[in-house]
């Protein structure tokens, strides 16, 4: 049995009994079989895999260095290198470089002056009046923190200028060849507008390289701002005097409306007041009904004391009550029937009713008319006087002393900054280094 047949029977998982080898293939087994290492635990292993795969052994890569200092050594000049020496880098730049910023500062309120008009209502118009100062602090709060007042500013008084100085330092200098857009951010930062949520007072903080240019950019925030809710307030008394002028024009249209309509009403009944017309035909018929009755009485009396029917006397009675009846009758007819009066089978009750339909609207039309003049007049009143105003209590100054940069608290800020980076960092290396063991 050949070799290549042994191991053919050994991979099919035969049992092979092998011939007793000679000396010559012990001795050369010996000195070709490696010795077996003393520990063959999961440790060594890793340690022979790390030596392996150690990335030092690459070529051109030298051997990592093992540190043989103390502990305490290591943590101070770890210290001194992340913490210590960005921490000076960043006081000589504050204490060597930065430039001083002065602050001007200026406190502002958005008023409103509202006086009742007596019995009258404004209606509609009152919510242009009474307008709401929070609503107005907010616009004016935007409006300086706004690109708009940032090119009017430009144009006036020239702030990239004032804002890239020579006394400015290279890191806070703005460059005047950056577009308005950088110009706003930068402005942002150097303007701030707050609003105290209670008493709705705007406090504005200006901070310029110099103090003239921060009194010079704070006085014009500030004439910027009244200029606006000036603005804002004559649109709203020229709205409210337009909206007034327009109701009193429809109120004395109505009213011409009313007296034309009057007037085809008695070009077409042939009266100047029917009411007062029915009233003197109710007169009449009341005094015809009384004289009447006094006929007839009369009348009752002769035929009582046995005249004969054809004696003067009673004839003319008879035909005085007669005529009185045909009068009255005629009144009567005059009252229910128009024809007499106005050539037309119409009755008078319905043009009655339409007079008082007319003399209704006519009365109504002038209460709107009056209404609406009186409105207009007090609204023009009203409109020239200002009922909101920008009511400055705390001018802008000129500072004596910069406030900004606050160098000790700012060293102190980057310290714990960097202090706190390289103490996270650490104990984020030593965390992997503990999960690599």
């Not at 210290?79 to 602050?103: D, E, H, I, M, R």
């Not at 958005?110 to 709401?132: A, C, D, F, W």
């Not at 005249?307 to 006397?313: P, V």
Request: aromatic share 8%; glycine share 6%.
């Amino acid at each position: 049995m050949s070799f290549d047949d042994v191991k053919d029977d050994t991979r099919e998982g035969e049992l092979v009994t092998f011939a007793p080898s000679t000396m010559t293939e012990l001795r050369h087994g010996a000195e070709t079989i490696r010795p077996v290492p003393e520990k063959r635990g999961a440790r060594a292993l890793m340690e022979a895999a790390r030596e392996r795969l150690d990335w030092t052994r690459l070529p051109g890569l030298s051997r990592r260095r093992e540190d043989t200092s103390s502990y305490g050594a290591r943590v101070i000049r770890r210290v001194g290198l992340f913490v210590l020496l960005p921490t000076l880098v960043v006081g000589l730049y504050l204490f060597g470089f930065a430039s001083n910023q002065y602050v001007a500062e200026a406190q502002f309120a958005v008023r409103g002056n509202v006086e009742p008009m007596e019995n009258i209502s404004l209606g509609q118009y009152t919510n242009l009046i009474q307008k709401h100062n929070s609503q107005d602090s907010f616009i004016v709060r935007d409006y300086i923190e706004s690109q708009t007042l940032v090119e009017a500013l430009e144009k006036s008084i020239g702030i990239s200028k004032m804002f890239s100085r020579q006394e400015a330092d290279f890191w806070a200098r703005f460059d005047p060849k950056d577009p308005v857009e950088d110009l706003t951010k930068y402005w942002r930062k150097h303007v701030e507008a707050h609003i105290d949520s209670i008493s709705g007072v705007i406090r504005l903080s200006v901070r310029a390289f110099t103090p003239q240019d921060a009194l010079t950019i704070a006085n014009e925030v500030v004439t910027r701002a009244e200029a606006l809710i000036n603005d804002i307030s004559k649109r709203a008394q020229a709205d409210m005097v337009k909206q007034a002028q327009a109701d009193a024009t429809v109120a004395q249209e109505r009213l011409r409306k009313a007296h034309l309509g009057l007037q085809s009403f008695r070009n077409q009944w042939g009266v100047i007041d029917p009411i007062k017309t029915a009233e003197g035909t109710l007169t009449t018929l009341t005094i015809l009904r009384k004289e009447k009755l006094k006929l007839e009485t009369d009348l009752q009396v002769l035929r009582g004391s046995n005249l004969d029917e054809r004696s003067r006397s009673i004839q003319t009675l008879a035909s005085n009550i007669a005529a009185i009846e045909q009068q009255m009758k005629t009144l009567q007819d005059e009252l229910t029937n128009a024809g007499a009066a106005a050539g037309g089978g119409t009755n008078l009750t319905e043009a009655l009713l339409q007079y008082e339909g007319l003399l209704v609207e006519r009365t109504i039309a002038e209460k709107l008319e009056e209404s609406a003049n009186v409105l207009l007049d007090r609204t023009r009143i009203s409109a020239s006087k200002q009922h909101i105003f920008l009511a400055t209590f705390v001018p802008p100054v000129l500072p004596t002393d910069s406030l900004y940069p606050e160098r000790g608290h700012s060293l102190i800020v980057a310290f714990f900054c960097f202090f706190v980076l390289w103490s996270s960092s650490s104990l984020l290396i030593a965390g992997i280094r503990d999960q690599r063991m």
